[in-house]
């Protein structure tokens, strides 16, 4: 394979672009006074996010290659970079208003996500595993900070701690699983590797190394059995950054999971796919039963996202079936669309968590919801909304959502798969149409504090709009994961 | 037959009234509070004028579906906003619409708290009632039949009673893990014919192993909502909490789900199945007949009495369905009409003391003939109208059934008539220990009558009970060529099984 002189710099621009934006705003805020410094990087952290996911969407689709085949963009990745961008921009955008609440404010916050950010957008659009480690490794640095971002609070410290120590023992094994394909196979590159699996064998020395690359990328989306970290991150990391992990390192680390596993490993998927359904069943039964007896809404959502996440690697069993082409396709494409969904509910649902302040402190026991309905109608609306819709109650998103996951199951002719997972579904409809209950039937609290910010105004709105009517225009998003999936396996 | 939308007309009327109560009301609580019921009652009024119109237009002589409305809604995925009625639908969708006014009037007083959301809640109710009945598309009936969940949810858990919370989560978990699993066999049928639409789907044969499988998982769903013995005991938790307007939705229209989904899903959809299946039916049905009718008996609470009588009332249904001839089937959808008439009458009955003495026990009333003559004879009229007195339209449904039931085995005919004496048992013991006996209580002595807006709520239910107990053929008439439609498949497509296997087996 000849190695151009100059790789196409034309096709990682979105990276580069926003490695430089970080940059810029590191040295701004480190000149300018604390208090503006924060507020610089804070909008423009939103804007360089956004302008990245422009920059994404304005370029050309096509399935290219560059830096000697171990970067590659094509519509898949635009997808996910877009997803992950957007997501990241408006967890910016929202968090603002508690770092100020907390004196947390430093400009550095908004930095690190950028960074972080970086590491997921090149973790997508990586083609061999050491570009693949690389971004994943200055995406969990950077998260490793900004989860102990209170630094002076013991529960965010531990959180920082425990993420730290168990995400380090994750990419050792992912390392391990790495090392042993090489081994193994005699190269790192996805492309070369694809050529040498495409009969379908391997040796075992590969397979042991396929099944230490899932352990480290499934706690990378905190599936089960390697969930633990999940809760008590989420509960003890400051609010704006339990949002954040609940959406970007998860479509990120998804989007990982994909390529890596039809893209290389693709012809393999009999070997791999007990695998895949085993931690989806069991992501899917801890998710439901586990959160109910939860009473702080972090951990609550902590447990909802294991759940979610079984659901969604429903799309990849499907996809390792490499039987009919259309219904591995179909996999992938309804997979992605659940995704999408599931950054709106969480990012929708964050955003009311972090409106939960009375007398200026975070709430996050779930009773302090009670009698929502009548002191803020139009914020009990919109979480009931949302916790309808991750539910899976129809009309909202996340029923659309879950009828493109289980249709896949069910074109693929993995029965127990769709039946405990539906099954699985009700258990979670308890502690979601819980959370109505308390805004609804319970009799009202104190008020929560007001005014509420502008920023999780329009987020709320936002989401909630997106999740009330995307039952009537759903062919945008499923037109454009179809293109996305069609790229990726094409290509 | 015109090209005017009527069905969508119906369907979304509501749903815009809805939102005119949510983004147009303003003032104080009580200015709200009144435009809300104003707009709700007006807005339920014009849907059901509107929906007369559906009946008026109706053209008897065809099992087509009329009235069809067809739209893409995702393409590739081969759904569609597909719409329309026939003999069987048509009468449901026009209850639906009747039932609402009437809730509406029925809480005009004895709700005062968060008006404003309750009317919401109502019309929404209605939008998505009728559109369940009126789907044509698989996916679209599932959305519609779900989502029902979400407003009766809140209606129970917000305006019930004291264990409602219980309620509203019984209620809802209930019948969720029905419908989960039917959505499975639907993404099963949608991959095994390629299609969602329901008037091809209603042709399909889909292979005899499979049958079963998706004929389990609607049972699944439509016997929670029936609801069958033994997964009735969500009902009477969810009568007794609920508003009394949430209960007479809920035994008007909801538990028609059940018998409306056995009739246009499973039997023409899944005829084998259906056969393999007809003996578990009957058992159940059975079953529930009997112990339904004596819990009933000995129940203290009057709501709860009517929800087992409902669940007793319910089995008629099922076994009449399943006894595929055309009185039992006639006799089935004419039996959930009276039962739609009959039991949210009874429920507004129990309502109207309710609101006077806020106790439903049995025991804090008696001798109420004394102060309330007109309550004791609407009352009376009700109560023989489910009991099945002739000239009441539950005669007709209970007779046509137990023809039905008696051509198609008797034994199960005989024991379903126990069901009769059963009911009449607890209905007339019931009337006994409420109306009759001496007035002996003091806090009963100045119960006034009923009033003029109550008289109203009773008029059209009291019409219809005659109408239908006189003259049931005008009802009948309109369904007679659907119901022969759907048997004409179920045989048919059971007769060219048979005689398959018969070759095979040569």
């Not at chain 1, 089960?224 to 970290?229: A, E, K, N």
């Given at each position: 394979m000849p190695i151009a002189v100059v790789p196409n710099f034309a096709l990682a621009a979105p990276e580069i672009f926003l490695a430089l934006a970080a940059m810029a705003l590191l040295v701004t805020g480190a000149f300018m006074n604390e208090r503006s410094a924060a507020r610089v990087t804070s909008y423009g952290g939103v804007l360089a996010l956004l302008v990245t996911a422009g920059i994404v969407l304005s370029m050309n689709k096509a399935s290219r290659m560059t830096f000697g085949e171990t970067f590659i963009f094509d519509g898949f990745a635009a997808f996910m970079k877009v997803m992950i961008l957007v997501s990241a921009a408006a967890v910016v955008f929202m968090a603002k208003e508690y770092l100020i609440r907390h004196e947390i404010d430093r400009f550095e916050f908004p930095i690190l996500v950028m960074l972080a950010t970086l590491g997921m957008i090149m973790m997508v659009s990586a083609n061999d595993f050491i570009a693949l480690y690389l971004g994943l490794e200055l995406q969990s640095l950077a998260l490793y900070v900004i989860a102990s971002f209170q630094r002076d609070g013991t529960r965010s410290a531990e959180a920082g701690l425990k993420y730290f120590v168990l995400g380090a023992l994750a990419s050792g094994m992912l390392l391990y699983g790495m090392s042993l394909v090489y081994g193994f196979a005699g190269t790192t590159g996805f492309v070369p590797l694809a050529d040498l699996f495409a009969h379908g064998g391997a040796p075992t020395g590969v397979i042991v190394g396929i099944v230490f690359i899932l352990a480290g990328l499934a706690f990378k989306v905190s599936a089960?059995?390697?969930?633990?970290?999940t809760p008590d991150v989420y509960e003890g990391a400051p609010t704006p950054v339990t949002a954040l992990f609940a959406v970007a390192p998860k479509i990120a680390a998804m989007g990982l999971l994909i390529r890596v596993m039809v893209g290389p490993f693709g012809d393999l998927g009999g070997q791999w796919q007990q695998i895949v359904i085993f931690i989806s069943i069991a992501s899917m039964i801890l998710g439901a039963v586990a959160a109910i007896n939860q009473r702080n809404i972090k951990r609550l959502m902590a447990y909802s996202s294991i759940g979610n996440m079984g659901y969604a690697l429903i799309g990849l069993a499907v996809a390792a079936e490499a039987a009919d082409p259309v219904i591995r396709a179909d996999g992938i494409r309804n997979m992605l669309i659940f995704l999408a969904i599931y950054v709106f509910m969480n990012v929708g649902t964050f955003a009311v968590i972090l409106t939960m302040r009375r007398g200026g402190r975070m709430i996050e026991d779930i009773d302090g919801l009670a009698g929502l309905s009548k002191t803020n109608p139009l914020m009990a609306l919109c979480l009931g909304v949302f916790m309808f819709s991750m539910a899976g109650i129809p009309p909202f998103a996340g029923f659309l959502g879950k009828l493109y996951i289980f249709q896949s199951a069910v074109q693929a002719g993995l029965f127990p798969l769709a039946i405990i997972g539906v099954l699985a579904s009700v258990v979670a409809a308890f502690y979601y149409i819980r959370i109505v209950k308390v805004m609804y039937f319970d009799a009202a609290d104190e008020a929560f504090d007001s005014p509420i910010g502008m920023e999780m105004k329009s987020i709320l709105v936002i989401s909630f709009i997106f999740v009330t009517f995307f039952i009537l225009f759903p062919v945008p998003l499923i037109a454009g994961a179809t293109r996305a999936t069609a790229s990726l396996l094409g290509g | 037959m015109t090209d005017f939308p009527w069905l969508s007309v119906v369907t979304f009327l509501p749903l815009v009234g809805a939102l005119f109560i949510l983004f147009f009301s303003r003032g104080t609580a009580e200015q709200v509070a009144r435009d809300a019921r104003a707009v709700a009652l007006w807005v339920s009024s014009i849907t059901f004028l509107v929906s007369l119109g559906l009946w008026v237009n109706f053209d008897v002589r065809t099992s087509d579906f009329q009235f069809v409305e067809k739209f893409v809604w995702v393409p590739g995925l081969d759904l569609a906003y597909h719409v329309g009625i026939d003999g069987i639908s048509l009468f449901f969708v026009l209850l639906s619409t009747l039932l609402t006014v009437l809730c509406i009037l029925a809480s005009w007083e004895s709700i005062q708290e968060r008006v404003k959301e309750y009317m919401v809640a109502f019309l929404i109710l209605e939008t998505l009632m009728v559109g369940m009945f009126a789907a044509l598309d698989i996916v679209l009936f599932y959305v519609f039949f779900e989502a029902v969940l979400i407003p009766m949810y809140l209606i129970i858990g917000i305006w019930g009673g004291p264990r409602r919370n219980y309620a509203a989560f019984k209620f809802f978990l209930y019948t969720l893990a029905g419908s989960v699993l039917m959505l499975l066999a639907i993404l099963a049928m949608m991959y095994q014919s390629?299609?969602?639409d329901m008037t091809r789907l209603l042709t399909f044969d889909f292979a005899p192993s499979l049958q079963t499988w998706l004929w389990l998982a609607f049972f699944a769903s439509f016997a929670v909502k029936v609801p069958m013995w033994p997964v009735h005991t969500w009902l009477p938790d969810a009568h007794v909490e609920a508003p009394t307007a949430g209960s007479v939705i809920l035994a008007g229209v909801l538990l028609k789900f059940g018998g409306y989904g056995f009739l246009r899903f499973s039997m023409p959809m899944f005829p084998l199945a259906s056969l393999e299946f007809t003996p578990l039916m009957f058992t159940l049905s059975i079953i529930a007949v009997i112990y339904t009718s004596l819990v009933a008996l000995a129940q203290e609470d009057m709501k709860k009495l009517i929800a087992y009588s409902s669940v007793a009332h319910m089995a008629f249904v099922t076994l009449g369905a399943f006894a595929a001839n055309t009185q039992a089937v006639e006799g089935a959808i004419a039996h959930m009409l009276s039962h739609g008439f009959v039991s949210a009458a009874l429920f507004l009955v129990v309502g109207v003391v309710y609101d006077r003495m806020h106790s439903r026990e049995i025991a804090t009333y008696g001798g109420l003939v004394h102060r309330m003559p007109k309550y004791a004879l609407i009352f009376m009229i009700f109560m023989m109208a489910s009991v099945g007195l002739p000239g009441t339209s539950g005669f007709v449904g209970e007779v046509l059934v137990l023809i039905g039931l008696f051509k198609a085995n008797s034994w199960v005919g005989a024991f379903a008539a126990t069901g009769l004496i059963l009911g009449a048992c607890y209905m007339l013991y019931l009337y006994r220990r409420v109306i009759f006996g001496q007035l002996t209580k003091d806090n009963l002595k100045s119960i006034g009558d009923l009033n003029m807006r109550e008289i109203a709520v009773f008029a059209p239910l009291l019409l219809l009970v005659f109408w239908m107990g006189i003259y049931p053929e005008t009802f009948l008439s309109a369904m007679h060529v659907s119901v022969e439609n759907l048997l004409e498949r179920y045989h048919s497509a059971i007769a060219a099984h048979g005689a398959a296997t018969a070759i095979a087996a040569r």
């Open positions: 089960v059995p390697f969930h633990m970290w | 390629g299609t969602s």
